[in-house]
């Protein structure tokens, strides 16, 4: 039988948690559920952590959104789909994606995809188009976007069907 963690050490715990760095509800629950706290107690104890300020859903939205345009480039699409994983809601996922508009727009894709350029190997044009799009859309940047950027990029390079590579 698995050993439960009673309510007021699990508040703690959870205190502590939020206390070094932003977390979602949904994060907070999962910990809970880890720890072994009474399933019963769960939903009492988020409800005193977003009383008392230590989870807010609006500020860990922002926050997500910014650090994973900043640190790791992703682009609008995949920093939404990770904030729907993390049971956001519409409201504040359009909010926390306004607010990196300008860190995940086409310089920064230009930028990122000059930078992948480098370290390709590729073919001919067709395969290093290929491999430039998908690296472009995994990082949840729109395809028309990646595609036309990719073709900037490739037109820059003087890159043509018939060049050596």
Not at 33 to 57: C, H, M, R, Y
Not at 138 to 148: A, I, K, L, P
């Amino acid at each position: 039988m698995a050993k439960t963690l009673d309510t007021q050490k699990a508040l703690e715990r959870a205190q502590r948690l939020c206390s070094l760095q932003e977390k979602c509800i949904s994060d907070v629950k999962l910990k809970l559920i880890q720890w072994g706290a009474n399933t019963d107690d769960i939903t009492g104890i988020i409800k005193q952590l977003v009383e008392s300020g230590f989870i807010n859903e609006q500020r860990f939205a922002l926050s997500f959104a910014r650090d994973k345009a900043n640190g790791n480039h992703w682009g609008p699409k995949k920093i939404e789909m990770a904030l729907r994983t993390k049971r956001i809601s519409d409201e504040l996922i359009q909010l926390a994606l306004e607010d990196v508009e300008p860190l995940t727009d086409n310089e920064t894709l230009g930028k990122l995809l000059s930078k992948k350029l480098r370290s390709l190997k590729y073919k001919n044009i067709y395969d290093l188009k290929n491999k430039m799009l998908r690296f472009g859309v995994s990082r949840g940047f729109n395809y028309g976007d990646v595609r036309d950027e990719t073709d900037k990029i490739i037109r820059d390079l003087d890159l043509t069907e018939d060049s050596d590579y």
